[in-house]
T-cell receptor
Framework: DTEVTQTPKHLVMGMTNKKSLKCEQH?????MYWYKQKAKKPPELMFV???????INESVPSRFSPECPNSSLLNLHLHALQPEDSALYLC?????????????FGSGTRLTVV | GENVEQHPSTLSVQEGDSAVIKCTYS??????FPWYKQELGKRPQLIID?????GEKKDQRIAVTLNKTAKHFSLHITETQPEDSAVYFC????????????FGGGTRLMVKP
């Protein structure tokens, strides 16, 4: 299995809703990432997990809450989002938490906040 | 922090022509330089990468060249085809982000048949 799987593919949520994005990989990668991508912009790093521990939080608002239940799974819990949080949320993984390897990206969750 | 500048932002070429996209970076300690291709509505996919101990790497119609002294690296696509149309991103490990990959602004390549 050489893929990163993200669910759901699309999500529409209200500003008072609570939802979760899920990411899964079975490549034995020990680093997992959340990136946010707005239209016509590059991916921007949000969080990095290394060996199931949060190692980097790029000053992301607390309405985004990551969780890594085990080495294969990564969640992003969403609560009280704003319309400007609408974006493509990409999960990625790599063998180690470093910029020295290529990342494998999932297909993303396209989030719309209404 | 790491600045990653990518040029041009858009590039239109005729099918069969070559395309070159350039990326400049600021941290001389950077040692890994990947290129990603993102088709409309799809995930970024790694298409080629180079490490700082080599100056050029080729994979069929694509190549990456690295000039460490000048701190820039370039993506070269020869004999372009319509399916090469996509947004291409360079990336560099950014010290300010724990050495995680930071992406350039992207280049929208359009290959006209």
């Amino acid at each position: 299995d050489t893929e990163v799987t993200q669910t759901p593919k699309h999500l529409v949520m209200g500003m008072t809703n609570k939802k979760s994005l899920k990411c899964e990989q079975h490549m034995g990668h020990r680093a997992m990432y959340w990136y946010k991508q707005k239209a016509k912009k590059p991916p921007e790093l949000m969080f990095v997990y290394s060996y199931e521990k949060l190692s980097i939080n790029e000053s992301v608002p607390s309405r985004f809450s990551p969780e890594c239940p085990n080495s294969s799974l990564l969640n992003l819990h969403l609560h009280a989002l704003q319309p400007e949080d609408s974006a493509l949320y990409l999960c990625a993984s790599s063998q180690e938490a470093t910029g020295g390897n290529g990342y494998t990206f999932g297909s993303g969750t396209r989030l719309t906040v209404v | 922090g790491e600045n990653v500048e990518q040029h041009p932002s858009t590039l239109s070429v005729q099918e069969g022509d070559s395309a070159v996209i350039k990326c400049t970076y600021s941290d001389s300690a950077s040692n890994y330089f990947p290129w990603y291709k993102q088709e409309l509505g799809k995930r970024p996919q790694l298409i080629i990468d180079i490490r700082s101990n080599v100056g050029e790497k080729k994979d069929q119609r694509i190549a990456v060249t690295l000039n460490k002294t000048a701190k820039h690296f370039s993506l070269h696509i020869t004999e372009t085809q319509p399916e090469d149309s996509a947004v291409y991103f360079c990336a560099v490990p950014a010290l300010r982000a724990g050495n995680m990959l930071t992406f350039g602004g992207g280049t929208r390549l359009m290959v006209k048949p």
